[in-house]
Structures are given as C-alpha cells and as structure tokens.
C-alpha cells in the first residue's frame, strides 16, 4: 500500500507529470529509430558494415563524451542541456525526410545523423540523471524511476512492432519524421515544467577541484572496488556482444530468415528483444534473496553464449525469435544487477560520477562489437557474424567464473 501512495504522490507533482511525458515520448520516438535508421542505411547501401556502422554511431559518443558530460552536467544549468539536446536531435533528424525528398539522401548523411542523436543523447543523460531527483525529492526517487521504467520497457515491446508497420507504409526515411517529432513535444514538455532541475544554485554546486579532479575521483573509486571493477569488466563484455546482435538484426532477417526490409515482420525481432529484457527485469527482483550478486551475473552470462549459438546457427524463424528473447533476458539482467550494485555500494556524493563512467565503459563495447561484427558479416556472412558474438559471451562467462564475482559473498537485495 506504501509503494502505491507513492507512486500516486509523484504523479500528483506537475513537474514529474511533465518529466514523464518528456521522457516517454523521447523513448517512443528513439524506437522507432532504432528499428527506422538501420534499415534506411541498409536500404541505400546494402552493406552490413555501414548498417552496423550506424548503429554503433548512436552509441559511440558516449564513449567519447561519458565522463566530461557527467562532470560538467554538475556544473551547468541543467535545463540548458537538456532543451539544446533535444533541439539539435529534432533538427538532424528532420533533415533525414527532407534530403529524402530532395532526392539527395545519403548513407553518410543517415550515419552522420545516427552520430549527432548518439551525441546528443549523452549530455541529456547526463543532465537528466541529476534533474530527476531535483524534481521529486529523494523519497520520491524509487518510484519516479519505476515508473519511468515501466513505461519504457513497455515502449520496448509495443513500439518495434509499431515502428516495423511504419517503415513498411511509408519508407525509414519519413518514419524518422517521428522520431523528429517526438523531440519536439519532448522538449516542449520538459520546457514547461517550473521547478528548478538542481537542489542548489549552480554557482555553489561548482566544484573548486576542476572537472579532471572530478573525474579522476569517480575513476578511483570503481577501480579500487573489486566487485565494482568486475561488474564493469563484465559490462563491457556484455554490451560488446549485444552491438554485435543488434546492430545486424536487420541483416540477419534479411539474409538468414529471408524477411523482406519492406514487411511488417521486420519489427518482430526487435519485438522479441524487447520482451525478453522486459522478463528479464521482472525476474532478476524475484530472484532468492540469498543469491549474491555476482552468482546473479554469473548465470546470465553462462547462458547467453548457449542461446546465441542457436541465434548464429538456425534458420528457423521462431527458434532465432525465442533464442533472441532469451538472450536479451539474460543480457537484461546482467546490466540491471551491475546498475543496483553500484547504486548501493557507491557513497552519494559520487552517484553521478561512477554511474555516467560505468555506463560510459559499458557502452563503450557496443560500438565495437557492432563494428566488429558488421565488417566479419561483409566479409564472410551473417551466420560468422553472429558466430563471433557467441565468442564475446563465451569470453564474458569466463571472465566471470575467475572474477571477484564468484566470491562476492553480498546478496542481492
């Protein structure tokens, strides 16, 4: 009855009613892009490489910018990021339709997009992650991310299949027109809430140590915590793999399954990746008590390799949807237990740096992966490729099985 009171209390404040809506049509937007762009690339190129170049586009830059972002959306007004982010991705998104119909689209165009959304997406990371708890307060913390958590793992499932119609009816290159659209009410939203989006002035939330200091701080503190390192070792591992599944999920519809970029069913594979992270998320808080954290992560990443395997090596269509959907379960749980533990074993005063630089490690294997995988599938064919991201998660079960996880005596709570 508690946890109902309040979820009820944060929807009653104006400001989070708007941050949710902002929020929300942002990620329905973002689906229907990540299903939209690599077909478009892959339309115009017909290249795995330059299709998985533009999914690792969109991730990249985090690579890149994760911990200047984290340290510098302390200092800034954080409303600022935000509006500038969201306006510049509307903007490079709309020029998709517009080149389209012009006539003048192009692969470089539709990548160096995909970068600019990438980009764009790390400050807005950065400043809403410290925005929220400004808006509800810290009690009001547990249920505003559960409710915006919620919307977007049912985002996730409903929207691929959306987006797949879509495409299908009127071309990926005005689908992304959506996507364009949905940053323009996002930032209409997020511009129309009143409340402040820090807890102190900025002027005296400004650190005196220097933005490398900062850094370097949080840098420390993940390094020094074994479990912590481990978690972000295996993190790594893990989003290299999933940039290598996903970016070619297009590719291995077309040339594995022979689904056709122009048929609804494309969304289908997108669909069963979503709803596996969804059950994912269910399950890892279900979990017996008494299992540690690193016993969690442990068996996800042991059973990924065998489910990809499957992926790589079938042609049957509802055999790779249900080994997808596994493989995104466990993929799921795997990122969710890393986030819980950092949140609770990390001191508050560096919460936003050492989340901002796990998640930048993190992330930083997708891209790779994708690249990676994009040019073995160029080269070989879909089936190698996919045979190499069982490799990946073959090598992160083993890191796992001779890391501090199989010792970390700390249940998962």
Known sequence: ?????????????????????????????????????????????????????????TVLPYLVFGLVAGAVADRVNRRTVILCAQAIAAIALTSIPAAQALDVLTVWHAVGVSICIGTCFVWFDAAAFGALPALVGRRGIPAANSALWTAGTLIDVAFPAVAGVLVASIGPAYALGADALAYVVAA???????????????????S???IARDIREGLTFLWRSRLLRALTGVGFVNSLTQGAVTALLVVYASERLGISTSSPMIGALWTAVSVGGVVGAVVLPRLPAQWPVGSITIGSLTVAPVVLFLVATTENTVVAIAALAVYSGCATITILNGIGARQRLTPD????????????????????????AGAIAGSWDIGAAYLVACAFALVSAVFAWVSALRTDPCPHR
Do not use: C, E, Y
Request: aromatic share 8%.
């Open 208 to 210: 005196k140590s220097g």
């Open 1 to 57: 009855m508690q946890t109902s009171d309040t979820h009820r209390h944060v929807f009653r404040d104006r400001s989070f009613r708007l941050f949710f809506t902002a929020r929300t049509v942002a990620v329905a937007g973002a689906a229907v892009t990540g299903v939209a762009m690599p077909v478009l690339v892959f339309d115009i190129s017909r290249s795995p490489f330059l299709t998985s170049l533009s999914a690792a586009g």
């Open 349 to 372: 005063h560096l919460q936003g740096r050492v989340n901002t630089t796990a998640r930048m490690v993190a992330w930083g294997g997708s891209p790779v992966g994708a690249l990676v």
């Open 188 to 206: 209409l939203a997020m511009g129309s809430i009143g409340a402040s989006f820090s807890v102190t002035p900025v002027a005296s939330a400004t």
